[in-house]
């Protein structure tokens, strides 16, 4: 907003003929989450489940969320709610011993799936956008706007504990889990779904957002067009002594005071002036 002209006001608040209709996505409903997923099991890959399978000791190191797959299908006793499938894949990280060297690096995927049902509100239209093309027809795509759009925001997950089992001889703990080509993909060797003498297991802490969009045009008063004043130029700083832009940066003197033990990241400017 700082590389936009702020302007004056250009109407009056309380007179709605001076507004403009704009399209935007509402948001029908939301929920938050605070999981906790115990003993997650973890598929690693085919060198990692070797290494597994000899190491005297394994400490996970940490988690990341590399992708997450939402399906939304209408609840069938009521058309205005919606449930909301999340799959949730996770590369885990961990350091295993194996004799007296040094820790080896093992590494594999966890899958993690929940369910939230929240109101979409309901919708019998049906959108069409045309798609521009040069040199022939413009053909129009459907959007089927009877289904709300789902959202989910995440964090990377908290490694809380984990731990190593033997592997069940019956094979009763192998679970069936699917895994897309495209996670497939992310790693370099095949996955262990079933086999090996063990099995690596993790607690995740996760926090999380969903919620439902739903396309709608609103009435909003009008201030002034955002007009950029930020001049185009061929690349950063090119044209700017590199100096004299130095010299605009604050001393950061926070940086070279000691902080105490229990003082976090706070969210305040870490540069201050003398």
Do not use: W
């Amino acid at each position: 907003m700082s590389e936009q002209t702020s302007g004056t006001q250009r109407c009056d608040l309380k007179d709605l003929n001076q507004c403009m209709s704009i399209h935007t996505r509402k948001i029908t409903d939301s929920c938050r989450d605070k999981d906790c997923i115990e003993d997650l099991r973890v598929y690693l890959t085919t060198n990692s489940q070797t290494i597994l399978d000899t190491a005297a000791n394994v400490r996970v190191r940490s988690a990341e969320l590399i992708t997450t797959y939402i399906d939304v299908e209408p609840v069938a006793f009521d058309r205005n709610h919606y449930c909301i499938d999340l799959t949730f894949y996770y590369r885990i990280l961990a350091d295993a011993i194996v004799g007296s060297t040094r820790p080896t690096t093992l590494y594999g995927l966890a899958v993690f799936t929940k369910r939230a049902v929240l109101c979409g509100e309901d919708s019998r239209a049906h959108i069409y956008r045309s798609n521009t093309r040069f040199g022939a027809y413009d053909s129009p795509s459907t959007l089927f706007a009877n289904l709300p759009t789902a959202v989910v925001e995440v964090l990377d997950p908290m490694v809380l504990a984990s731990k190593v089992r033997e592997t069940d001889p019956c094979g009763c703990d192998t679970l069936n889990v699917q895994v897309p080509d495209a996670i497939k993909a992310l790693f370099d060797e095949g996955l262990v779904i079933s086999g090996g003498q063990r099995q690596l297991y993790v607690t995740l802490g996760q926090f999380s957002i969903v919620r439902l969009e739903r396309d709608a045009q609103l009435v909003v008063p009008v201030l002034d067009y955002a007009i950029p004043c930020k001049e185009c130029c061929d690349a950063p700083g090119g044209g700017e002594d590199p100096c004299e832009m130095f010299s605009r940066i604050p001393f950061p003197a926070l940086e070279f005071s000691p902080r105490n033990c229990d003082e976090g990241n706070d969210c305040e400017n870490k540069y201050q002036t003398c």
